[in-house]
């Protein structure tokens, strides 16, 4: 993408080119705002869709926005107690039960009450505080994807973006 | 395909053995639900894909984006999260020497066991066809 300024050596001439490279500079900026702009609204579709199709067994409360962040800034927004399990994974599970014996001296495993007759290594999966039913949860790295994804087609939406 | 899961996981899992003693840490390259013992620790490859700007006519694959996700579980009454980020210094020298670039580290709640303490962090690199990591 090139951009040819012709001028001769008088005043008129000059004056043109000076309000040519003006009227250029305005529209260079119109267009990074509008790339980085395409850029987010892009991503935000593609980070929405990705964690509304993740695997999540806990109440899916994410909600994707576009922030702008400063000039030709703009930020991908997911906000929602589930965001980091569902981007990171649900984590890991005792395989052997608490640490601390209880009061009685009798060692405790996780979900282990009443009488030792807990569900926490059941593979029909388990519930956690708060009453939610859970398999657990693999990272599902939308957010990784899509900033990967966004680099990949740089290229062709800044020749879009520019070249309309 | 570029394949250096190998060398990385060897790298960090020596390293945190020789620190810790093999007995006292459990390190493993795939996700476990139920970790035999604590402190834990997760080195998994989550990506590897073609660098696409690496591409020639001869070779799709001359470089390889890759990234790895760590994660940290601790679960001592006191001085978890102390634990976790000794163990997190230590992985992100380990990541920093072999060249990559780390580009997430934050706590992250561990859902399934609110009282075990988890440190999150993913490394990222292009890695040539001769297993020459490269900073992104």
Known sequence: MSKVI??????????AAIAELKSYNAWVKTKADELARRLADMGAVNVSLGYSRAVYTGLNDISVTVEQRGVNS??????????????????????????????????????????????????????????EHTYGNPPSMTMYLTAKDLRNQLESIAQEVFSS | ?????????????????????????????????QPPK??????????????????????????????YQVDVFSNKNTGKKVQAKAIITLIDDQFAQMGFTRTFLNPVQNMND???????????????????????
Not at chain 1, 6 to 15: F, K, P, V
Not at chain 2, 39 to 63: C, K, Q, W, Y
Request: glycine residues 12%.
């Open chain 1, 6 to 15: 012709s001028l001769t050596l008088d005043s008129a001439s000059i004056d």
């Open chain 1, 74 to 131: 703009y930020a991908i927004v997911a906000n929602g107690e589930a965001v980091l399990f569902v981007e990171f994974g649900a984590g890991v599970t005792y395989g052997y039960g608490h640490p601390e014996p209880s009061v009685e001296g009798v060692p405790m495993g996780p979900g282990t009450y009443p009488n030792g007759k807990g569900h926490w290594d059941d593979p029909r999966g388990w519930w956690i505080p708060g009453g």
């Open chain 2, 1 to 33: 395909m570029i394949d250096i899961e190998n060398q990385v996981f060897t790298t960090v899992a020596t390293a945190l053995r020789n620190e810790y003693g093999a007995s006292n840490i459990y390190v493993a390259g795939e996700y476990v639900s």
């Open chain 2, 38 to 67: 604590f402190p834990a620790v997760l080195i998994v490859e989550m990506d590897n894909t073609v660098h696409l700007r690496g591409r020639d006519s001869a070779n799709i694959e001359n470089f390889s984006n890759v990234m």
């Open chain 2, 114 to 136: 609110a009282t075990i303490y988890r440190m999150t962090a993913r490394y990222q690199a292009v890695v040539g066809k001769d297993q020459t990591i490269y900073r992104r």
